[in-house]
């Protein structure tokens, strides 16, 4: 047998080969169902392969590339935590020892969360569906792992009219396995017409990729021939001639290196083009078309891939159009998927939820809400409404629930008009009219940042109540371990609360003293001497917090150990303890709670501290009164306090404090307390 009869033998051989292969793999269930050719011989697909799909568009496309990575790396980003559903439907944090909690942080030895989502993304864009197999790993702890197969690897094969088996083929040496429902988590990408592998997103937009790829080929091609398109060179030449000018042209201006080089012609010679030049063709512009399209049909907006031009603003919204569109209802499809069939594995009462607050997309749509929520303000709805209303990503317990007008708005009769000089100085509000009617409207804004705060802390409050109890029934009896880790919980309600107040209270006490010459004058709400006294007194105050709450529930440990009490009876009473102190036992009003105690005490340092500051921030003020209710729930010792004395504005009070509600002072001087504070000016330059 000759080198060619082994040659056509083979072929024939390996054509036999491959094709009874492709008959029995189409038998089977394992390839393409049909392709064929239209009527000028291009391939025709009619279903769409994964790893075509990966060779032909994601390795070979870098606008398909980086589209999938985009979509990829916007879905990953989120991260997600595990909760728990209590039985009024509202959602509790759990512990991180919790097996939710700790498969969340490792769900797989060598991948991340973030590194599933990732797959996930990619999984479900080039194949339409995606398998994580569950392992379990402890069962005395219900430790469990996930572990992500590749997709054109596993099958889902109908069992019966309800239920689904999947196949695992990993090949080599390996025999396919065979897992049940209850093993894996499946996402599917909704496909009228194959309901158990669903469609890819890359899949409506297949031809698009094959015409890329084929401008693609024709542009390189064209290039690498240069200016020597097919034609017909024509002339009175001899065949000698006729072969030299070929020679000449294919050696001279084949290749991008000879592009624009003349040629030297001996004789009348003539070249007729039978197609156009690149630039003729205008391959430039049709790949612009075709890549827009794609991104388009990947549900990326082009200017994000820089195909189109775009400003700036025109960037940012083509982000928030990728988040709302694609990101966060692929997101949430996937987390549905999840919490169906995985987390039942840790309890009726566990779901996973995503926190999608600091998106960037996220960020920037209520940035543009904002401004809304600002006209909604001043018509005096409350916080929480609006931020219900616009979505602004606020936690709950930092929006008051109670609407309130701008104390600027309000006919105090206490103007310009009705100050009056004494010795060259300008005394404010020394009208004993006026004097009243400023601490009442100071005093409904402390109130309703009171009540905000108040059910704020009621909040942490229960949430700790919850987790107490739960740690004490599953065996942990430090108390002031337990309570500590609550610790930067508590400094973010206790800090929101006083950035709150002070950014409020600051800016009225600003435009109160300055009046009409306040434009252009803004209080700093978070200058440096804010920031520092701020984070001081918040973490002061939350260890005085915790130790009193540390002392309390021991004594309900050591009195239930005393009655011989069991585990759960006793983590019972030490919940109703924390119900108590938020105001939600029926025997004590919540005005009387912990937590309106705690709030009251907070809000009125920080309405004290933010007047002191922002009348120090103006610049003019040269003396402070002290103002107390003239009630009879006035503190003895405040009420001589209240007798017109003007003190320098870094004086100390008699009492020890520099303003109403100073935290450096006594608990004695502060609690409860509802003093405000005055302040005189003196001459302002009014040039």
Same mark, same amino acid.
């Given at each position: 047998?000759?080198?060619?009869?082994?040659?056509?033998?083979?072929?024939?051989?390996?054509?036999? #080969?491959?094709?009874?292969?492709?008959?029995?793999?189409?038998?089977?269930?394992?390839?393409?169902?049909?392709?064929?050719?239209?009527?000028?011989?291009?391939?025709?697909?009619?279903?769409?392969?994964?790893?075509?799909?990966?060779?032909? @568009?994601?390795?070979?496309?870098?606008?398909? @590339?980086?589209?999938? =990575?985009?979509?990829?790396?916007?879905?990953?980003?989120?991260?997600?935590?595990?909760?728990?559903?209590?039985?009024? /439907? !509202?959602?509790?944090?759990?512990? @991180?020892?919790?097996?939710?909690?700790?498969?969340?942080?490792?769900?797989?030895?060598?991948?991340?969360?973030?590194?599933?989502?990732? =797959?996930?993304?990619? %999984?479900?864009?080039?194949?339409?569906?995606?398998?994580? $197999?569950?392992?379990?790993?402890?069962?005395?702890?219900?430790?469990?792992?996930?572990?992500?197969?590749?997709?054109?690897?596993?099958?889902?094969?109908?069992?019966?009219?309800?239920?689904?088996?999947?196949?695992?083929?990993?090949?080599?040496?390996?025999?396919?396995?065979?897992?049940?429902?209850?093993?894996?988590?499946?996402?599917?990408?909704?496909?009228?017409?194959?309901?158990?592998?669903?469609?890819?997103?890359?899949?409506?937009?297949?031809?698009?990729?094959?015409?890329?790829?084929?401008?693609?080929?024709?542009?390189?091609?064209?290039?690498?021939?240069?200016?020597?398109?097919?034609?017909?060179?024509?002339?009175?030449?001899?065949?000698?001639?006729?072969? +030299?000018?070929?020679?000449?042209?294919?050696?001279?201006?084949?290749?991008?290196?000879?592009?624009?080089?003349?040629?030297?012609?001996?004789?009348?010679?003539?070249?007729?083009?039978?197609?156009?030049?690149?630039?003729?063709?205008?391959?430039?512009?049709?790949?612009?078309?075709?890549?827009?399209?794609?991104?388009?049909?990947?549900?990326?907006?082009?200017?994000?891939?820089?195909?189109?031009?775009?400003?700036?603003?025109?960037?940012?919204?083509?982000?928030?159009?990728?988040?709302?569109?694609?990101?966060?209802?692929?997101?949430?499809?996937?987390?549905?998927?999840?919490?169906?069939?995985?987390?039942?594995?840790?309890?009726?009462?566990?779901?996973?939820?995503?926190?999608?607050?600091?998106?960037?997309?996220?960020?920037?749509?209520?940035?543009?809400?904002?401004?809304?929520?600002?006209?909604?303000?001043?018509?005096?709805?409350?916080?929480? *409404?609006?931020?219900?209303?616009?979505?602004?990503?606020?936690?709950?317990?930092?929006?008051?629930?109670?609407?309130?007008?701008?104390?600027?708005?309000?006919?105090?009769?206490?103007?310009?008009? !009705?100050?009056?000089?004494?010795?060259?100085?300008?005394?404010?509000?020394?009208?004993?009219?006026?004097?009243? %009617?400023?601490?009442?409207?100071?005093?409904?804004?402390?109130?309703?940042?009171?009540?905000?705060?108040?059910?704020?802390?009621?909040?942490?409050?229960?949430?700790? /109540?919850?987790?107490?109890?739960?740690?004490?029934?599953?065996?942990?009896?430090?108390?002031?371990?337990?309570?500590?880790?609550?610790?930067?919980?508590?400094? &973010?309600?206790?800090?929101?609360?006083?950035?709150?107040?002070?950014?409020?209270?600051?800016?009225? &006490? &600003?435009?109160?003293?300055?009046? %009409?010459?306040?434009?252009?004058?803004?209080?700093?709400?978070?200058?440096?001497?804010?920031?520092?006294?701020?984070?001081?007194?918040?973490?002061?105050?939350?260890?005085?917090?915790?130790?009193?709450?540390?002392?309390?529930?021991?004594?309900?440990?050591?009195?239930?150990? %005393?009655? #011989?009490?069991? @585990?759960? +009876?006793?983590?019972?009473?030490?919940?109703?303890?924390?119900?108590?102190?938020?105001?939600?036992?029926?025997?004590?009003?919540?005005?009387?709670?912990?937590?309106?105690?705690?709030?009251? &005490? +907070?809000?009125?340092?920080?309405?004290?501290?933010?007047?002191?500051?922002?009348?120090?921030?103006? /610049?003019?003020?040269?003396? $402070?009164?002290?103002?107390?209710? =003239?009630?009879?729930?006035?503190?003895?010792?405040?009420?001589?306090?209240?007798?017109?004395?003007?003190? *320098?504005?870094?004086?100390?009070?008699?009492?020890?404090?520099?303003?109403?509600?100073?935290?450096?002072?006594?608990?004695?001087?502060?609690?409860?307390? =509802?003093?405000? +504070?005055?302040?005189?000016?003196?001459?302002?330059?009014?040039?």
């Amino acid at each position: 047998m000759n080198l060619r009869e082994f040659l056509a033998d083979g072929v024939r051989d390996g054509f036999v #080969t491959t094709t009874w292969n492709t008959i029995v793999q189409r038998i089977r269930g394992d390839a393409p169902p049909y392709w064929g050719t239209t009527s000028i011989g291009q391939t025709l697909w009619s279903n769409w392969d994964y790893e075509r799909a990966v060779r032909e @568009a994601f390795r070979s496309n870098e606008i398909v @590339a980086r589209c999938l =990575r985009i979509r990829a790396n916007a879905e990953s980003s989120i991260p997600a935590k595990a909760m728990r559903i209590l039985p009024d /439907g !509202s959602l509790t944090p759990l512990p @991180a020892t919790h097996p939710a909690s700790r498969f969340i942080k490792h769900p797989n030895p060598g991948l991340s969360w973030r590194d599933l989502m990732y =797959r996930l993304s990619f %999984a479900r864009d080039l194949k339409g569906d995606a398998v994580w $197999k569950i392992n379990e790993v402890d069962a005395r702890t219900g430790t469990i792992e996930v572990w992500p197969l590749r997709p054109d690897l596993v099958k889902p094969r109908v069992k019966s009219t309800t239920e689904l088996v999947y196949e695992y083929r990993p090949g080599g040496e390996y025999a396919p396995l065979t897992y049940e429902p209850s093993e894996v988590v499946h996402f599917v990408q909704y496909d009228p017409l194959d309901e158990y592998t669903g469609i890819a997103t890359l899949r409506p937009s297949s031809r698009r990729v094959d015409t890329a790829n084929s401008i693609q080929d024709a542009q390189k091609f064209s290039f690498d021939n240069a200016v020597l398109p097919s034609g017909i060179i024509s002339g009175d030449l001899s065949e000698k001639q006729s072969k +030299e000018i070929k020679e000449q042209i294919t050696k001279t201006k084949r290749g991008p290196k000879n592009f624009r080089k003349m040629l030297l012609a001996r004789t009348r010679v003539f070249f007729q083009s039978l197609m156009g030049t690149p630039a003729e063709m205008d391959f430039t512009e049709s790949i612009k078309l075709t890549d827009r399209k794609l991104a388009i049909g990947l549900g990326v907006h082009p200017v994000l891939l820089g195909v189109s031009d775009a400003t700036f603003e025109n960037q940012q919204m083509a982000e928030v159009f990728l988040w709302t569109n694609e990101t966060v209802p692929n997101a949430k499809a996937a987390l549905s998927a999840i919490n169906i069939q995985l987390a039942p594995r840790f309890g009726d009462d566990i779901i996973f939820v995503h926190d999608m607050s600091q998106s960037p997309p996220v960020v920037e749509m209520r940035r543009q809400n904002a401004k809304i929520a600002k006209y909604y303000l001043e018509l005096g709805i409350n916080i929480r *409404a609006i931020n219900q209303a616009l979505d602004l990503g606020l936690p709950s317990w930092a929006c008051p629930d109670t609407g309130f007008m701008q104390a600027g708005m309000l006919p105090l009769g206490n103007g310009e008009k !009705s100050g009056r000089s004494i010795g060259g100085k300008r005394a404010i509000d020394l009208d004993e009219a006026a004097i009243t %009617a400023r601490w009442m409207v100071r005093d409904r804004v402390k109130q309703a940042y009171e009540e905000a705060m108040g059910r704020n802390v009621a909040r942490r409050f229960e949430e700790e /109540g919850n987790l107490v109890e739960s740690l004490w029934i599953a065996g942990s009896t430090n108390l002031a371990a337990i309570v500590d880790g609550e610790s930067e919980a508590w400094r &973010t309600v206790l800090k929101a609360s006083w950035r709150v107040a002070v950014d409020r209270i600051g800016k009225d &006490t &600003t435009d109160e003293i300055l009046g %009409a010459r306040a434009r252009g004058v803004r209080f700093d709400p978070y200058s440096g001497a804010v920031d520092a006294f701020i984070n001081e007194q918040v973490g002061t105050q939350v260890a005085r917090i915790q130790a009193r709450t540390v002392t309390l529930l021991q004594r309900v440990a050591d009195t239930a150990i %005393a009655e #011989t009490l069991s @585990a759960a +009876e006793t983590a019972r009473r030490m919940r109703d303890v924390y119900k108590r102190w938020a105001g939600k036992d029926p025997e004590l009003p919540f005005d009387n709670s912990r937590a309106m105690t705690i709030s009251r &005490t +907070e809000i009125h340092s920080a309405s004290g501290f933010a007047s002191h500051e922002a009348a120090i921030q103006t /610049g003019v003020v040269i003396g $402070k009164r002290w103002l107390s209710s =003239r009630d009879g729930q006035v503190r003895d010792e405040h009420s001589p306090l209240d007798d017109g004395t003007i003190y *320098a504005i870094n004086e100390a009070y008699p009492n020890g404090l520099m303003y109403p509600g100073d935290p450096s002072g006594a608990q004695a001087e502060t609690i409860n307390c =509802r003093c405000q +504070e005055l302040y005189e000016t003196g001459e302002v330059d009014q040039t």
